[in-house]
């Protein structure tokens, strides 16, 4: 009898982890509308930071590490699920399904949120003179131009 409670014990420990483990890699249902709430360019090698929340309040930060070390192309993409209840960053592959349904979220955020005019200058390197909130957008851009890149094609 406590063998098999010990074993019970065991299976249900594993699958909690494996849930667990499943929750806070895979990428969240955001539903709309998504706000921008927070987003950062670091100065030093431009990494970047961005913070969506979801309609039902949920936060959800990605991006990626830039590094001197490095060219951009193996810049390593990053997601938090839910940093405030989790705060686990999950590396995503180069180049893997993960990283494509992350460009997929930001290129649909950028089409429903950012005004042409503002989507235009991005595209040609225009970034100085922002706003604060353009700035912002810059940052998701910014994402969404480095993941664009590697899933051409």
């Known amino acids: 009898m406590k063998k098999s409670i010990a074993l019970a014990t065991l299976i249900l420990l594993l699958f909690t982890g494996i849930v667990f483990q499943y929750y ?58 839910n940093p405030e209840l989790v705060p686990y960053m999950y590396w995503l592959n180069i180049g893997g399904p993960d990283e494509r349904a992350l460009l997929r979220v930001v290129e649909g955020w950028l089409q429903r949120n950012v005004p042409p005019e503002l989507m235009e200058r991005l595209e040609q390197g225009l970034a100085e003179d922002l706003s604060a909130d353009e700035q912002k957008m810059a940052a998701v851009y910014e994402v969404y131009s480095l993941l664009r890149e590697r899933h051409q094609g």
């Not at 890699?25 to 955001?30: C, E, H, I, N, S």
């Not at 309609?55 to 810049?75: C, I, K, L, Q």
């Open 24 to 81: 806070i890699t895979a990428l969240p249902d955001l539903e709309q509308p998504i706000t921008l709430r927070e987003a950062n360019i670091t100065t030093e090698a431009g990494s970047v930071s961005v913070t969506f929340v979801d309609n039902a309040g949920d936060p959800f930060t990605f991006g990626f590490r830039a590094s001197d070390d490095f060219e951009p192309e193996v810049y390593p993409a990053f997601y938090m699920r």
